[in-house]
C-alpha cells in the first residue's frame, strides 16, 4: 500500500557531508510524522531525527548541531542534510512515517529499506 524509498547513503570521510532522502508512495491521504533512525552494528535501533507536518524538529543530542532534517509534504519526502559527519554516525539509516491511507480511520508506521552511511576516520 505505501512505499518508503531512501537514497543518498555512500561512503564518506569523517567532516564530510551527505544527504538522505525518502520519497513515500502508495495510496495516501495524509503523512504526519516523519523521522530518520540508524542502526550501527550490534547496536539497537535510535532515533536521529524527526519532524511533524507543520514542522517541528526534534534531534537526539549527539546530532544536534550537525543534521537538519527537513521536510515537503507537496512530495511526500523527508530528507536529512548530515554535516560534520564523524565514524561514530556509521549505520544503516532507516526512514520512517506515519502515514493515512485510503481506507482507513487512523495512522500507521511504515519504514523504509534502509539505506547504508559509513563514514571513515
Known amino acids: 500500500q505505501v512505499q518508503l524509498v531512501e537514497s543518498g547513503g555512500g561512503l564518506v570521510q569523517a567532516g564530510g557531508s551527505l544527504r538522505l532522502a525518502c520519497a513515500a508512495s502508495?495510496?495516501?491521504?495524509?503523512?504526519?510524522?516523519m523521522g530518520w533512525y540508524r542502526q550501527a552494528p550490534g547496536k539497537q535501533r535510535e532515533l536521529v531525527a524527526q519532524?511533524?507536518?507543520?514542522?517541528?524538529?526534534n534531534y537526539t543530542d549527539s546530532v544536534k548541531g550537525r543534521f537538519t532534517i527537513s521536510r515537503d509534504n507537496a512530495k511526500n519526502t523527508v530528507y536529512l542534510q548530515m554535516d560534520s559527519l564523524k565514524a561514530e554516525d556509521t549505520a544503516v539509516y532507516y526512514c520512517?512515517?506515519?502515514?493515512?491511507?485510503?481506507?482507513?480511520?487512523?495512522?500507521?508506521?511504515?519504514w523504509g529499506q534502509g539505506t547504508q552511511v559509513t563514514v571513515s576516520s
Open positions: 520512517n512515517a506515519e502515514v493515512l491511507t485510503f481506507g482507513r480511520w487512523s495512522f500507521t508506521p511504515y
Open positions: 519532524i511533524t507536518i507543520i514542522g517541528s524538529t
Open positions: 502508495g495510496s495516501i491521504v495524509s503523512i504526519n510524522g
